[in-house]
């Protein structure tokens, strides 16, 4: 069965350094890999998705992510951190054999914003 | 356009009672997903519909809950005997025909709180 591993369910940065925030999935194929922001008391919002095509996504907010099939990872980078990133993020891998296109989710990374 | 919307926003109930909640979905989505995200996790697949067919249900979904979709259009969710354990943010998603079944829309969640 898919599974999905976030390193650190905490992440602090200063306002415009660099945010990294990792993800791992764990099957041999490549699944469907997305990442998604959740704000206090609100639903999710697709930042990013990994289909097929580049390894390399842009999303929104200037988020990116790559994909790197030897490492089995997804991670969520971007250049500066600004206050309004301060949020919960979640990775998520859908089977590509799996007609259901169930998200499996990880547990989630709290992104702090320093000023 | 608007987006996935969730009714109630909040409910708080006592143990032993049962509660419904509603999802509209994206107009024209055909498929509808309801995930359960419990405190400091990431969401956990419920169930989802294909139209009006429910295709799939976690094993989560003990015999207390019940999903419908009766026209393929909005949906919801009751759980009956509310347990203290059912407290959880439920979510709906919905996304559209073709081949962007990958990309799930969310609402902004029903809080559920069981005294």
């Known amino acids: 069965a898919q599974s999905v591993t976030q390193l650190g369910s905490h992440v602090s940065v200063s306002e415009g350094a660099l945010v990294l925030l990792r993800c791992n999935y764990s099957?041999?194929?490549?699944?469907?890999l997305f990442w998604y922001v959740q704000y206090p008391n609100q639903g999710l919002q697709l930042l990013l998705k990994?289909?097929?095509?580049?390894?390399l996504v842009k999303g929104i907010n200037g988020f990116e992510a790559e994909f790197k099939k030897s490492e089995t990872s997804f991670h969520l980078t971007k250049p500066s951190a600004h206050m309004s990133d301060a949020a919960e993020y979640f990775c998520?891998?859908?089977?590509?054999?799996?007609?259901?296109?169930?998200?499996?989710f990880g547990s989630g990374t709290r992104l702090l914003v320093r000023p | 356009d608007t987006g996935v919307s969730q009714d109630p926003r909040h409910k708080i109930t006592k143990r032993g009672q049962n509660v419904t909640f509603r999802c509209d979905p994206i107009?024209?989505?055909?498929?509808l997903y309801w995930y359960r995200q419990t405190l400091g996790q990431g969401p956990e697949f419920l169930t989802y519909?294909?139209?009006?067919?429910?295709?799939?249900k976690s094993r989560l979904l003990s015999d207390r809950f019940s999903a419908e979709r009766p026209k393929g259009s909005f949906s919801t969710l009751e759980i009956q005997r509310t347990e203290q354990g059912d407290s959880a943010m439920y979510l709906c998603?919905?996304?559209?025909?073709?081949?962007?079944?990958?990309?799930?829309?969310f609402g902004p969640g029903t809080r559920l709180t069981v005294l």
């Open positions: 998603a919905s996304s559209p025909r073709g081949s962007s079944y990958n990309e799930q829309f």
């Open positions: 099957s041999s194929v490549p699944p469907y």
């Open positions: 990994y289909t097929s095509a580049a390894t």
């Open positions: 998520a891998v859908s089977d590509r054999a799996d007609s259901s296109y169930k998200l499996i």
């Open positions: 107009s024209e989505h055909n498929r």
């Open positions: 519909f294909q139209n009006e067919a429910q295709l799939e």
